[in-house]
Every structure is written in C-alpha cells, then in structure tokens.
C-alpha cells in the first residue's frame, strides 16, 4: 500500500490499480420521521386546524373558512418540510434498530 502525497487527505487506502480511495466515515441517515416528535406535533397541528375550522364555522357567520383552514394546513406543511430537511442536513442517527433502516 502506498501513501498518498500532495493534497490528499491521509485517512483512505489505495486499492489494486494505484488509484486513492478516500475513507468515507461510516454513519447512519437521521430517524425515521415516525419516530420523531415533529411529525405527531405536525399531525396534531393539522387535525386542531381542520377541527377548529369546523367548529367555529358552525353559527351562521363563517369566521375561520376552509380556504383559511388550508392555507394554515399549508404554511404547516412547509414548515414540517424545511425542519425535516435541516434535520436531515445537520444530523445523524444513532439508531440500533434494524427495523428502522
């Protein structure tokens, strides 16, 4: 095996035809989005949207319509996507479990 000069990095290997082969660090993808609790925040968030749509609607005067009601389920709906993406981009699972994977 040789080592590798110049700017390459010292953590890898060098395989059968001479070529550098960087070390990749081993590492699991982030958990599942079951078990996370943004996802049961983000569901139970939806439903009292949907629920208070329905409710407070119901005296004759529609004070909380239901493009108001979607529009809400919307903006949490991103808001549930741009978290799991940071969540996605900045960690990493420790997770045993092979049911998970």
Known sequence: MTVPTGSRASTGYTDADDTFRAARPAGDET???????ELWVYLASVIAVLIAAEVVGEGGDDYFRADRAWWYVTLLTIGYVVSRGLAKAGSRSRDTDVRSR
């Open 31 to 37: 958990k599942p989005s079951w078990k996370t609790t």
